[in-house]
């Protein structure tokens, strides 16, 4: 018999302060979705074969991949606009 793996979470408590329920909710609700909470509940409603979840999976992975080709072309031209101005900078202080 296969041992199931165990997952232990914290129980979360949020407390109401000065009786404003609204920031209560908001803490609840920023809470649950940093968990994942209501992608988990998403995910569960239907049932998804493998071959979805393996194209739902690819699809991601791509725009992750993009995502990062993205930031890294971005920091390269930052760096590139850095170093010009230092060089500037420099030449401005030696007269």
Known sequence: ?????????????????NNDI?????ILNKKLHEEG????LRDNQFYKT???KRREASRAGRS????????LEIRFQREERNQFR??????????
């Open 50 to 52: 493998k071959g979805e």
């Open 22 to 26: 609204g920031k209560a909710y908001r």
């Open 37 to 40: 909470f209501f992608k988990k």
């Open 64 to 71: 992750r991949w993009i995502k990062k080709q993205k930031q």
């Open 1 to 17: 018999m296969r041992k199931q793996s165990e997952i232990i979470t914290e129980s979360m408590k949020i407390y109401v302060r």
């Open 86 to 95: 230092k060089k500037r900078k420099h030449q401005q202080k030696r007269y």
